[in-house]
Nanobody, 121 residues
């Protein structure tokens, strides 16, 4: 069993910053790609950014230059630093991790519970 626990969401004014954290725990042999997704009310869940086990990153065009993803492999934790926040960034943010519980297992995706980010004046 693997759990992903997110934290760091909240209410912030436009132009402000937030830092999200997502820690994985449980039976973990290794974690491959981790990422952040977001879902605004009435919208589908969209990819925000991903980071590989070796640190290769990808960003949605809408957040390039403003958001930074990072990870601490020893802590099984992924972070999302969000700067210059805009109202359109308002959404529930979910982390995802591709996890192997043993060497012989296939990778399986696990999702966090989501954390609300609201950008409003």
């Amino acid at each position: 069993q693997v759990q992903l626990v997110e934290s760091g969401g909240g209410l912030v004014q436009p132009g402000g910053s937030l830092r999200l954290s997502c820690a994985a725990s449980g039976s973990i042999f290794s974690i491959n790609t981790m990422g952040w997704y977001r879902q605004a009310p009435g919208k589908e869940r969209d990819l925000v950014t991903t980071i590989s086990s070796l640190g290769t990153t990808h960003y949605a065009d809408s957040v390039k230059g403003r958001f930074t993803i990072s990870r601490d492999n020893a802590k099984h934790t992924v972070y999302l630093q969000m700067n210059s926040l805009k109202p359109e960034d308002t959404a529930v943010y979910y982390c995802k991790a591709a996890v192997k519980t043993t060497y012989w297992d296939i990778l399986k995706d696990y999702w966090g519970q989501g954390t609300q980010v609201t950008v409003s004046s």
